[in-house]
């Protein structure tokens, strides 16, 4: 159980366009979603947690208008990277957990690179 | 405010030998402390986790963390490395409880890369 999947698994966009990556939960009920980045050789980095029903929480430093997150049921939860640029290139990871439970399942991440 | 230091960047054994992991926190309130490994574009996937039950925890595929309060360590074992744990190793940590807003934000450290030898 706690299988958390994302797609697409690789995306390549040019600059300008927008990219929207989905994580689902495919066995449990996730009341919070995490979405991270990690760029090459470093570790993860949150950007935001995001709630079933509710507005995102993004980290500091972390432009909310740029980087958009819908967790709009119990099992999905979106981020859309707007005009994406360049230097948005990087691998994103989305983590969820069950209400109560104080673990994080990672989904296998998606590789974003815009050229 | 939480944060997670990994000694050593990089580690290498050799097949069969001890592979020890070290991890070292720093939170304000009670910890709970977490190690993932990675495989090469891939996502995460937790080996284990301390929640505040027993201080030694068993997790997948033979490895084990023993919580060190007085130390502030939770360092990764296995008694004998195989070619498959060649990976990155991150350690974790959150704060648990009862909620408020940091409940359940992950604090990664740097990450470890295993190297195991013939």
């Known amino acids: 159980g706690a299988v958390v999947s994302q797609h697409p698994s690789r995306v390549i966009c040019k600059s300008g366009t927008s990219v929207k990556i989905e994580c689902r939960s495919l066995?449990?009920?996730?009341?919070?979603m995490f979405w991270y980045r990690q760029f090459p050789k470093q570790s993860l980095m949150l950007m935001a947690t995001?709630?079933?029903?509710?507005?995102?929480?993004?980290e500091q430093g972390v432009e909310k208008d740029k980087f958009l997150i819908n967790h709009a049921s119990l099992t999905l939860s979106t981020l859309t990277v707007t005009s994406a640029h360049p230097e948005d290139s990087s691998f994103y990871i989305c983590?969820?957990?069950?209400?109560?439970?104080?673990?994080?399942?990672f989904g296998p991440g998606t590789r974003l690179t815009v050229l | 405010a939480q944060s997670v230091t990994q000694l050593g960047s990089h580690v290498s054994v050799s097949e069969g030998a001890l592979v020890l992991l070290r991890c070292n926190y720093s939170?304000?309130?009670?910890?709970?402390l977490f190690w993932y490994v990675q495989y090469p574009n891939q996502g995460l996937q937790l080996l284990l986790k301390?929640?505040?039950?027993?201080?030694l925890v068993k997790g997948i595929n033979g490895f084990e963390a023993e919580f060190k309060k007085s130390e502030t360590s939770f360092h990764l074992t296995k008694p004998s490395a195989h070619m498959s744990d060649a990976a990155e190793y991150f350690c974790?940590?959150?704060?648990?409880?009862?909620?408020?807003?940091?409940?359940?934000?992950?604090?990664f450290g740097q990450g470890t890369i295993l190297t195991v030898h013939p």
């Open positions: 066995d449990f009920q996730a009341t919070t």
């Open positions: 983590s969820a957990r069950r209400q109560g439970i104080d673990t994080q399942y």
């Open positions: 995001s709630n079933e029903g509710s507005k995102a929480t993004y």
């Open positions: 301390y929640t505040s039950a027993a201080t």
């Open positions: 939170s304000s309130v009670p910890p709970y």
């Open positions: 974790a940590v959150s704060v648990g409880g009862a909620g408020g807003t940091s409940y359940g934000k992950l604090t």
